[in-house]
Every structure is written in structure tokens, then in C-alpha cells.
């Protein structure tokens, strides 16, 4: 069962392109990282990474970072209702997920029959 602590350290997990090596969050034991969906956006500012346990999958979003110009106008953009390149992605990402065969057949192995 995951507990409150795993979806913490899943959450500072995502934190990993702007953490150093020696400052980067392990990960709990029994989760996976799906690390060919380790995503990073240099100019809009996003990161995410996914992690599964099981049939449960956890996408993590990195929050913004005070010395990141990306980050620093994705917020103003938002702030404005103007939307950004962060928050389209991060839908995106979301919207992959949710279609991919790979989650479906992951979802259907651990159903009951």
C-alpha cells in the first residue's frame, strides 16, 4: 500500500533536473521509475517524471524555480489567464497516459477474472 511518505518522496522525486546528484530523492522501494518518460523542457520550464508500482502509476510534477526565466513567465502567464507551454504539456503528458496501451494492458493484468 503506498503510503502518505512514498507520494512525497515520488514528489521531490521530480525535482531532478535541477537538483545535483548527491541532492536528488530516491526512490521508494517497490516503485519503478518509467525512465524513457523522464521529461524535461529547457525552454518552457516543465518537468515530470512517472514512476509505477503495480498497476499504479504516479506522474510528478516539478514545481517552478525561482532562477528559471521559463518558470518565472510561465507564472505571470498564468496568473494572467493567459495559460503556457508548462501547463499544455503537463496536460499532455497526462493525456498520453491515459491513452497509452502500455497503461491499459498494465490496468487489465491486474484486474480480476
Known sequence: MTTPLDYAILA????????????RFPIPLGWLE????RRANSQSG????????????????AGTYAKSGADIQAGINLGLG????????????????????VQKV????GRER
Open 82 to 101: 493567459l495559460g503556457s507551454a508548462q501547463l499544455h504539456q503537463g496536460r499532455r503528458t497526462i493525456m498520453e497516459y491515459l491513452l497509452s496501451p
Open 46 to 61: 516543465f518537468e515530470a517524471r512517472a514512476f509505477q508500482s503495480g498497476s499504479e502509476l504516479v506522474i510528478s510534477y
Open 106 to 109: 498494465s490496468s487489465e493484468a
Open 34 to 37: 518509467l525512465i524513457d518518460d
Open 12 to 23: 521531490g522525486a521530480s525535482y531532478f533536473s535541477t537538483r545535483s546528484g548527491i541532492n
